[in-house]
């Protein structure tokens, strides 16, 4: 089975089950600065799982692409993915762990969809603790199916478990659908939990089915709903009987170009390979990422830091191949031939990501030359031919020199490095990032507190009063909130004035003071676009979209959540403006209660 296959497998299922296909959301989250971007196909639902009404109803399924960078540095193996897709079907109150469970066992075993026979499924289920009892309910519904008790295991909240997403809100415990490949156990103590690969998990569905408050009691839901999730890369792998995703018409292509541009072939040296698992990955997701609508360019904040991490990791490994000359604009045509059924945007911004991928390309050659540089000025003064850990992580952090060409230009001019100092200061630097992450990603609207949904209404206002004051050309191109402040990232190529400024703030707080409803209303989004209704980001939207109105003031097509009326919000204050890219200004606001 294909890719493309799968995909429509998938949603015609569940189409057949009355579920309402919607469409996957960008790579980077709307409203949720927790996360750099979304890394489950769950994130972008997260407000109508906690209780907005979605326009296309409450039996759902989509695709959803998703980018985690927690383990970059594990990329290379066999399983590890930057960029992956997420298969997803949700149940916003509609159904819960009896139908859900039915309609995955069905999609799993029937002829019509992925035939595997019943007799390898295995599933885990939640063993309960002293705070939530024994999930009995879901192991009986398995069993009603055929799944014997032998087969069904019992595992703790750490395997069994979902949410919350911060220290309260909606969570549950979840059931995980094992298969067996039929491989040789490792040991007699094996089984589903085992990492041998005997055991492949094909399926996590999630019951939402009690709220966590802030005593930390967990209190039963009168709503309870349903997330589910199958990797497609993962799945595509299992079903065409292969040890690797890699080795899957996911990756095959964009394998089969480096392999003619590096005259090496795929599966014949290990280290090879690992390099070249590392660059097909890595310049995917960077494809993926230039090809988002929200618009981002390699710099050294943010999204746009990890979008630059991929691109330079590919050239460092493409060196280690033997790979000299720009090759990264050849590899954008593997990729979208791989994805065109589906994602037309790399077909449409492929001239873009190609120019892009090639400028960053330069700049990195440009800080390869000047490392070099400044490695022979370093070196030159050293008394000693070792080369210490401070100096060496010195070139990584200011020069963007890395470590493994550090160390090579070492071997070639006779020195030794302090590996363990280097990686001593490596290591408190990350512990530095690290910090530094939280501080900036701390709170937000995923745990959709009174204070982010009042500062989330106002970046409505914001918004327009931006519009009246700059004109029609601004539009939104991001924001950021937490619970202290809003981030807003809009279209205008020039500084704002302090004048404009005053102006744009004066306007909020004129509407602030005008006691405007702000009312919701579900509509085609012909219909909205119709009545002149803002739609954020380029996003691909569904035919049903919320849309906000603030009372005569502003209309946008927004997921929420807001306040019922803009005498909640205070007082509006713009503490910051400032370039945020090119054509792109930031601004940092606050609001002060009255």
């Known amino acids: 089975m294909t890719l493309d296959k799968l995909r429509k497998k998938y949603i015609d299922f569940f189409k057949s089950k009355k579920h309402v296909e919607i469409m996957g959301k960008s790579l980077v989250p709307e409203n949720d600065p927790t996360v750099l971007f979304n890394t489950a196909g769950m994130q972008p639902l997260t407000s109508y799982l906690l209780g907005e009404v979605h326009p296309s109803g409450d039996m759902l399924v989509n695709?959803?692409?998703?980018?985690?960078?927690?383990?970059?540095?594990?990329?290379?193996?066999?399983?590890?993915?930057?960029?992956?897709?997420?298969?997803g079907n949700w149940s916003l109150g509609a159904?819960?762990?009896?139908?859900?469970?039915?309609?995955?066992?069905?999609?799993?075993?029937?002829?019509?969809?992925?035939?595997?026979?019943?007799?390898?499924?295995?599933?885990?289920?939640?063993?309960?603790?002293?705070?939530?009892p024994r999930d009995t309910e879901t192991a009986k519904v398995w069993e009603s199916?055929?799944?014997?008790?032998?087969?069904?295991y019992y595992l703790s909240k750490k395997h069994n478990f979902w949410g919350p997403v911060g220290s309260k809100g909606p969570c549950g415990p979840d059931t995980e659908i094992y298969v067996d490949t039929g491989k040789i156990k490792c040991s007699l103590d094996c089984d589903i939990t085992c990492s041998c690969g005997k055991y492949f998990e094909i399926w996590n569905n999630v019951f939402m089915q009690y709220n966590k408050d802030e005593n930390g009691n967990y209190i039963e839901l009168d709503r309870k709903c349903v997330d589910t999730g199958m990797g497609l890369e993962r799945t595509i792998a299992f079903l065409q009987g292969k040890s690797s995703v890699y080795d899957t018409d996911a990756f095959l292509p964009i394998i089969k170009r480096i392999e003619s541009i590096s005259g090496k072939i795929y599966g014949q040296k290990e280290d090879d390979d690992r390099y070249i698992r590392i660059i097909t990955d890595h310049v995917k997701a960077a494809c993926f990422i230039l090809a988002d609508s929200s618009v981002i360019f390699p710099s050294n904040l943010g999204q746009g830091y990890v979008l630059r991490r991929l691109i330079r990791r590919s050239i460092r490994y493409a060196k280690k191949l033997g790979i000299k000359s720009h090759f990264l604009a050849d590899l954008v045509d593997s990729v979208e031939t791989i994805y065109r059924s589906f994602y037309n945007e790399l077909t449409e911004k492929k001239d873009f990501i190609?120019?892009?991928?090639?400028?960053?390309?330069?700049?990195f050659?440009?800080?390869?030359?000047?490392?070099?540089?400044e490695f022979i000025k370093i070196t030159r003064?050293?008394?000693?031919?070792?080369?210490?850990?401070?100096?060496?992580?010195?070139?990584?952090?200011?020069?963007?020199?890395?470590?493994?060409?550090?160390?090579?230009?070492?071997?070639?001019?006779?020195?030794?490095?302090?590996?363990?100092?280097?990686?001593?200061?490596?290591?408190?630097?990350?512990?530095?990032?690290?910090?530094?992450?939280?501080?900036?990603?701390?709170?937000?609207?995923?745990?959709?507190?009174?204070e982010t949904t009042k500062l989330h209404t106002a970046t409505h206002l914001l918004h327009k009063a931006l519009q009246l004051v700059l004109g029609d050309h601004v539009r939104q191109k991001g924001s950021n909130i937490t619970a202290e402040r809003l981030r807003f990232d809009f279209i205008h190529s020039e500084k704002m004035t302090d004048d404009e400024i005053k102006k744009v703030e004066e306007i909020v707080n004129l509407q602030i003071k005008n006691s405007l409803a702000v009312k919701k209303s579900i509509m085609e989004l012909s219909?909205?676009?119709?009545?002149?209704?803002?739609?954020?980001?380029?996003?691909?939207y569904?035919?049903?979209?919320?849309?906000?109105?603030?009372?005569?003031?502003?209309?946008e097509v927004c997921g929420g959540p807001h306040v019922e009326n803009t005498n909640e919000l205070g007082t509006f204050k713009i503490q910051k403006e400032q370039s945020s890219s090119s054509g792109i200004r930031r601004i940092k606001a606050i609001l002060i209660d009255n």
């Open 63 to 87: 695709v959803q692409k998703c980018l985690r960078t927690g383990d970059i540095d594990e990329v290379g193996d066999l399983s590890h993915l930057t960029f992956f897709e997420m298969l």
């Open 381 to 450: 003064n050293l008394s000693s031919k070792t080369i210490p850990g401070d100096i060496a992580f010195k070139l990584y952090d200011t020069y963007g020199f890395p470590y493994e060409v550090t160390e090579e230009l070492a071997f070639e001019y006779g020195f030794n490095i302090d590996k363990l100092g280097f990686n001593e200061y490596f290591k408190k630097h990350q512990k530095t990032s690290k910090k530094g992450s939280e501080k900036v990603f701390k709170g937000g609207l995923a745990d959709y507190t009174y």
């Open 365 to 373: 050659f440009k800080t390869l030359i000047q490392g070099e540089q």
């Open 542 to 555: 569904d035919n049903l979209v919320s849309v906000y109105e603030i009372d005569g003031f502003s209309l």
């Open 145 to 152: 199916l055929g799944i014997p008790k032998d087969r069904i």
């Open 527 to 540: 219909e909205a676009q119709e009545k002149g209704a803002i739609a954020l980001f380029g996003e691909k």
């Open 354 to 363: 190609k120019k892009e991928l090639s400028t960053e390309e330069k700049k």
């Open 95 to 132: 159904y819960f762990k009896e139908y859900s469970i039915k309609f995955s066992f069905e999609f799993l075993t029937s002829s019509d969809y992925l035939n595997i026979p019943k007799d390898s499924l295995y599933v885990s289920v939640f063993e309960g603790d002293q705070e939530i």
